[in-house]
């Protein structure tokens, strides 16, 4: 996995609130596996291409904010459907890092297992940095994982929360299954245990 | 309760984090999604830790033609099936072949195999793994970990808030589990709750069969929260007793005395309460693209101009125009171009007695699809006459598998069709691109077929009593 330390890269701005996983890929496309080479065109398919493929008119599609690799939500960001597809699609696309109010609980996961920096961010702080976005497109900004903060277009900085072993996963590029193996032994002397009361497990 | 789980199931606290590593007794592989986490396994060099307490599980592409392979719609989705078999069969997990009699939805086959059971932590890529919760166990869809645990038969998690749902009085006439379920994500709205598990109780819940409590419980997900449940209880152990998975004789005993020391003690404290009056409720229809937007079938299509939030009203107004809708018309002047009647939702053996009741006799005016959760329920369906009953009044009469659910198997509704679904979800493009999804019960769902409008179910009952 690619490590995540610092990111200063274009934002796009979104504004909807409940954009669930079946927006962010439509269930059409969740048999494809992560190396097919049209898997970037499956993020947002339906909202960023008509039915003859022409484009829509859809952030993604507008020059300035094409390949940016922060992306700026609202409320309820990526609810819905368990799809891991979704963070996939936004992995593939290159989107690095993705901000909003509230995130689905599944979807937050997911991005951190795919080397994305969900950001949760007050609603007037995202508003803000959806808005600078707006007004000036394909402006950057900055995010420092280490020291857990957002720097806006207007230099205003917001920090933001992660836990810390979702942050040491990105920031050494780990994948978490061999950071949960070191605790081998702790596991194996809980089955053990486990086993003696709940033997029908 | 569910601290008792989660404190049961701990193996360590991340100090630094707060995160928990849990121990997990389930995890069932869908073959929509679990080719990822094989994928991750093999390029990593990562066994399996515990196989033969995994399931594997073809139920999204499962054809409602048939239960072979050569049922299922295409050749991509045939690889995903042969893979998610092979897959199973090189690392000694359990695996349901399309074509055993026991196949099904996961969610409707782990209760019925005792696969799920109370105290369990059961986990499942699929989003509706809070279904499993009503028999007391604490299950969540966990989407894209199921190859962390797999290599490590643990999840990391953060602790979670219990937010109680009690629903109290007699359900009146006509109402169903299922509009039980949309009364309470209405009241908790569709990302109400967010961060917590709901345990419902109450003597409303307390009344359901373990069948109902799955329909409650299955939803969970769509009030945002990270599961559902319900205390086990003598219904619970009663329904356990025959389930082929489920413990017997002597470990019986056992399991017995453990499964009644879950349920939360007198005094338990709660995050949050809500309280629902069963009294007061009635069928359901959703007009929106979630499952909070819903209105009693009485009920007309809301007002977005009369919702003072305005991100909220921006939703709103989206909503109708996608689903067609003009705000003000009653919910019973719509008409309606297709009926779904199955999911892990409402495709057990009680949801389609009571949806056969209203067709009996009957003709479907609309297209209608009947698909049983499980190969067991379609064989009980079967055996009951259910099936001629739904032929004879014009329905189709389908496979076990999740079919028009999600349409992950080819049955898709119509772009700018309307649908009248007894599944879970009315999100844009669910059921196909440009489906208009309205999420109801069985009966009415079925009266919505043999009238082909919306159609308050309590008047058909009325007519045939
Ligand atoms: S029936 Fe629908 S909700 Fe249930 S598992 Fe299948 S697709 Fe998911």
């Given at each position: 996995m690619q490590p995540f330390v610092k990111l200063t890269a274009i934002a796009a701005p979104y504004d909807r609130v409940n954009v669930d996983t079946d927006q962010i890929i439509p269930a059409r496309f969740l048999l494809k596996r992560r190396t097919d080479p049209a898997y970037p065109g499956y993020l947002f398919h339906d909202l960023r291409f008509a039915a003859d493929g022409s484009e829509r008119d859809f952030v993604l599609n507008q020059p300035a904010y094409r390949g940016a690799q922060i992306f700026v939500g609202s409320e309820n960001f990526g609810g819905g459907s368990s799809r891991e597809a979704a963070a996939i699609a936004f992995s593939t696309y290159g989107v690095r890092c993705v901000i909003a109010v509230s995130f689905g609980d599944i979807f937050y996961s997911n991005c951190i297992k795919n080397g994305i920096l969900p950001i949760r961010l007050p609603n007037e702080a995202a508003s803000a940095l959806r808005a600078q976005a707006h007004a000036k497109p394909g402006a950057m900004l900055s995010i420092d994982l280490p020291a857990q903060t957002v720097t806006g277009f207007d230099g205003n900085i917001h920090r933001f929360e992660i836990d810390s072993l979702n942050k040491s996963c990105l920031i050494e590029g780990l994948s978490q299954i061999a950071l949960t193996l070191r605790h081998r032994d702790a596991i194996d002397a809980f089955e053990r245990r486990y086993r003696e009361t709940v033997s029908w497990v | 309760m569910l601290q008792k789980i989660w404190d049961s199931h701990t193996v360590l606290t991340d100090e630094a984090s707060g995160e928990v590593l849990l121990y997990v007794d389930r995890l069932l592989l869908t073959d929509m999604s679990s080719f990822h986490a094989f994928d991750i396994l093999r390029s990593e060099s990562y066994a399996v830790r515990r196989p033969r307490q995994l399931y594997g599980i073809p139920d999204h592409f499962a054809g409602s033609t048939g239960n072979r392979i050569e049922h299922v719609a295409d050749e991509e989705r045939r690889v995903l099936v042969r893979g998610l078999a092979a897959d199973c069969a090189e690392f000694g997990i359990n695996y349901f072949e399309l074509h055993d009699p026991r196949m099904g939805i996961s969610h409707v086959i782990g209760p019925e195999q005792g696969i799920t059971l109370p105290g369990f932590f059961l986990l499942c890529g699929d989003s509706h793994t809070s279904t499993h919760g009503a028999l007391g166990a604490l299950a969540f869809g966990i989407g894209g970990q199921a190859a962390h645990v797999m290599a490590t038969q643990c999840l990391w998690a953060r602790p979670l808030k219990a937010l109680r749902v009690t629903v109290e009085g007699e359900r009146p006439f006509g109402v169903s589990a299922k509009d039980v379920i949309l009364a309470i994500i209405h009241r908790l709205?569709?990302?109400?709750?967010?961060?917590?598990?709901?345990?419902?109780?109450?003597?409303?819940?307390?009344?359901?069969?373990?069948?109902?409590?799955?329909?409650?419980?299955?939803?969970?997900?769509?009030?945002?929260?990270?599961?559902?449940?319900?205390?086990?209880?003598?219904?619970?152990?009663a329904y356990l007793k025959e389930r082929a998975c489920s413990p017997q004789?002597?470990?019986?005993?056992?399991?017995?005395?453990?499964?009644?020391?879950?349920?939360?003690?007198?005094?338990?404290?709660?995050?949050?309460?809500?309280?629902?009056?069963?009294?007061?409720?009635?069928?359901?229809?959703?007009?929106?693209?979630?499952?909070?937007?819903?209105?009693?079938?009485?009920?007309?299509?809301?007002?977005?101009?009369?919702?003072?939030?305005?991100?909220?009203?921006?939703?709103?107004e989206r909503a109708l125009e996608y689903m067609g809708l003009k705000a003000g018309t009653a919910m019973t002047d719509l008409t309606v171009d297709q009926?779904?009647?199955?999911?892990?939702?409402?495709?057990?053996?009680?949801d389609l007695r009571a949806a056969a009741s209203i067709a009996k006799g009957r003709k479907a005016k609309v297209s209608a699809l009947v698909v049983p959760g499980s190969g067991l329920v379609k064989a009980q369906a079967e055996q009951e006459g259910l099936d001629r009953i739904f032929k004879e009044a014009g329905f189709t009469w389908g496979h076990a598998g999740c079919s028009m659910c999600v349409g992950t198997n080819g049955d898709t509704v119509g772009s700018g069709k309307r649908c009248l679904s007894t599944s879970n979800r009315n999100f844009v493009g669910r059921q196909g691109p440009g489906a208009r999804t309205h999420l109801v019960s069985p009966i009415m769902a079925a009266a919505a077929a043999v009238t082909g409008r919306v159609t308050d179910v309590r008047e058909l009952m009325k007519e045939k009593a």
């Open positions: - | 709205g569709a990302a109400g709750g967010f961060g917590h598990v709901i345990e419902y109780a109450g003597s409303t819940i307390r009344a359901l069969s373990i069948e109902e409590r799955l329909t409650v419980c299955n939803m969970s997900i769509e009030a945002g929260a990270r599961g559902g449940i319900v205390a086990p209880d003598e219904t619970t152990y004789g002597a470990a019986r005993d056992k399991a017995l005395a453990y499964w009644r020391t879950l349920p939360s003690d007198a005094g338990a404290r709660f995050d949050r309460e809500v309280t629902l009056d069963a009294p007061a409720l009635a069928p359901m229809v959703s007009w929106g693209n979630t499952a909070a937007d819903v209105v009693p079938v009485s009920g007309r299509v809301p007002n977005p101009a009369e919702e003072p939030n305005l991100v909220r009203r921006g939703t709103m009926v779904f009647i199955g999911s892990c939702t409402n495709g057990r053996i009680e």
